[in-house]
């Protein structure tokens, strides 16, 4: 039975439940909902609860736990040295699949038949499957179809077993709710309880990705720093990564680049920035506000290949034509300013954004106090207005330099790739991201220094912004406890 059929079942179940226990709650009370302890939906309501949650808990732990047992059962079919490397049991076990998915088709299409697949040579199986034009792609050896037969036999066997546990301990949890649904059963209680625990799930999901993050980028990152130094990775002046060996992985150059660009972009956002929530807040009539605060917005929802085509077509070309080579300062459109400049644009809306709330939640008391002192609406905004939401602003700024140091498809294509360390704004450098994407793209396996470095980076980058955001919400924080 497939998943979609058990889900289909355990919502009757669930809908049935719901109507049973609610009439039966009522007819416990002689139809008097007000002898009830709950109202009589919450009956219902508990009714679901135990119908669904008990199953889909089921149906997680055997989801969960149905790989782990398959990849032990098919250990049996390899030697014992076979397994050992986490990347040959990854492409063994991928074999396995693929041969096995590939029998399925093959039976499906009626190419074989189910007894045939188990019982076939491996020529034979692969002549079955060339005939019903299924691609292996590689050879089939003995072990991978003997563990691809015993595969599909155990994830067979293993959706009966899941279909029918799930059911039966849905039908279990609704013959429960049934029992116990009468006029003093506590039914609010119990559905409060458990949508409370729902919720504290549900904010704990967060924490838990950022606590995988982490440890996910730590443990690999210390397999780095055993191959490699992490004195000559934090300190190195040269980034020159190769596979076949001999590698040097200096992080200055590429920190540096990061940097530098975003200096760029915040210096680019933070005037446009500012100067657009001013406006928007201070001078604009309310029909002007309402076209043109969206109409900026609207480039917070522009996907960043699209600026980074920008930069590549117009942007860098313009800076190498008209300010580069003219001032003899180089002959390449990629550059740091192409990226910076174009990563600023990018961060516009969300200062402006931000900084517009933050400016108008100072109290209206504070500027009529200024006017009342006989000052102008400019010298209100210099002197009154933006000192009291400066640490909120500040605060925005400092989040738009995380994102813009987290930027990564704009650099690629505005900036280049170069690991230098240069004054010039327009030569072509690079970013932390961007050799993290470099670093982990095509066919890599997590076993040498010049994979595992990405993972440093990542975990650089991560505490570079971690850093600032915690900046921010301090400085939010404070601003909101003043002023709220």
Same mark, same amino acid.
């Given at each position: 039975?497939?998943? $979609? ?14 109507? %049973?226990?609610?009439?039966? =709650? ?12 709950? +109202?009589?939906? *919450?009956?219902?309501?508990?009714? /679901? @609860? ?7 808990? /089921? &149906? ?5 736990? !149905? #790989? ?5 059962? &098919? ?7 076979? %397994? ?32 045939? =697949?188990?019982?076939? $040579? ?70 409060? !309880? @458990? ?12 924490? +838990? ?31 020159? #990564?190769?596979? !076949? ?22 210096? /680019? ?10 406006? %928007?807040?201070?001078?604009?009539? #309310? ?37 580069? !080579? ?7 459109? =990629? ?13 516009? #809306?969300?200062? $402006? $954004? ?29 002197? @009154? /207005? ?67 470095? =990405? ?7 991560? @505490? ?8 921010? %919400?301090?400085?939010?924080?404070? *601003?909101?406890?003043? *002023?709220?």
């Amino acid at each position: 039975m497939s998943m $979609s059929m058990v889900y289909l079942v355990i919502a009757v179940l669930a809908v049935v439940g719901f109507l %049973l226990c609610r009439a039966r =709650a009522l007819a416990s009370a002689g139809g008097e909902a007000r002898n009830l302890h709950s +109202l009589p939906n *919450y009956y219902g309501w508990h009714a /679901v @609860v135990m119908t669904v949650l008990p199953s889909l808990l /089921v &149906l997680i732990v055997w989801l969960i736990a !149905q #790989p782990i047992y398959i990849e032990r059962q &098919l250990e049996n079919y390899f030697p014992p040295g076979a %397994l050992e490397d986490d990347s040959q049991r990854t492409l063994i076990m991928g074999d396995v699949r693929r041969v096995a998915a590939g029998i399925e088709t093959a039976v499906s299409r009626g190419a074989m038949t189910s007894d045939e =697949a188990d019982a076939l $040579s491996p020529e034979d199986v692969r002549a079955r499957l060339a005939a019903a034009r299924i691609p292996l792609g590689s050879e089939v050896s003995g072990q991978v179809l003997d563990a691809a037969q015993d595969y599909r036999q155990i994830v067979i066997w293993g959706a009966f077993g899941r279909a029918a546990l799930a059911i039966l301990v849905s039908a279990l949890g609704l013959l429960y709710a049934v029992s116990v649904s009468n006029k003093d059963f506590r039914a609010r209680n119990r559905v409060e !309880q @458990v949508t409370l625990g729902v919720l504290i799930v549900a904010s704990m999901i967060a924490i +838990l990705t950022t606590l995988g993050i982490v440890l996910s980028l730590v443990t690999e990152a210390g397999r780095f720093f055993t191959m490699y130094p992490f004195t000559d990775f934090l300190f190195g002046l040269k980034w020159d #990564p190769k596979f !076949q060996g001999n590698s040097t992985f200096g992080l200055i150059p590429l920190l540096w680049g990061t940097l530098y660009i975003s200096l760029v972009a915040m210096i /680019v956002a933070i005037p446009l920035g500012l100067f657009t929530a001013i406006y %928007l807040s201070e001078y604009a009539s #309310p029909r002007v506000r309402s076209v043109v605060k969206p109409a900026i917005e609207v480039i917070a929802g522009i996907p960043t290949v699209v600026f980074g085509l920008f930069a590549l077509v117009t942007v860098g070309p313009f800076l190498r034509d008209f300010i580069a !080579q003219p001032l003899g300062l180089g002959n390449s459109g =990629a550059s740091v300013m192409t990226a910076g400049i174009v990563i600023g644009i990018l961060n516009v #809306p969300f200062i $402006s $954004s931000l900084a517009d709330d933050i400016i108008n939640a100072v109290p209206q008391a504070m500027r009529d106090g200024s006017y009342g002192l006989g000052a102008t609406p400019s010298e209100t905004i210099r002197q @009154v /207005v933006l000192p009291a939401a400066l640490p909120g602003i500040v605060g925005a700024v400092l989040m738009a330099g995380s994102r813009a140091i987290g930027e990564t498809m704009i650099v690629t294509m505005g900036a280049g790739a170069a690991a230098t360390m240069s004054l010039n704004p327009f030569e072509a450098m690079t970013t932390i991201t961007v050799k993290i994407v470099g670093q982990l793209t095509g066919d890599t396996a997590f076993d040498s220094p010049e994979t595992l470095v =990405a993972f440093a980076l990542g975990i650089t980058l991560f @505490v570079i912004t971690l850093a600032l955001n915690i900046v921010a %919400l301090l400085i939010v924080r404070k *601003y909101r406890e003043q *002023y709220e």
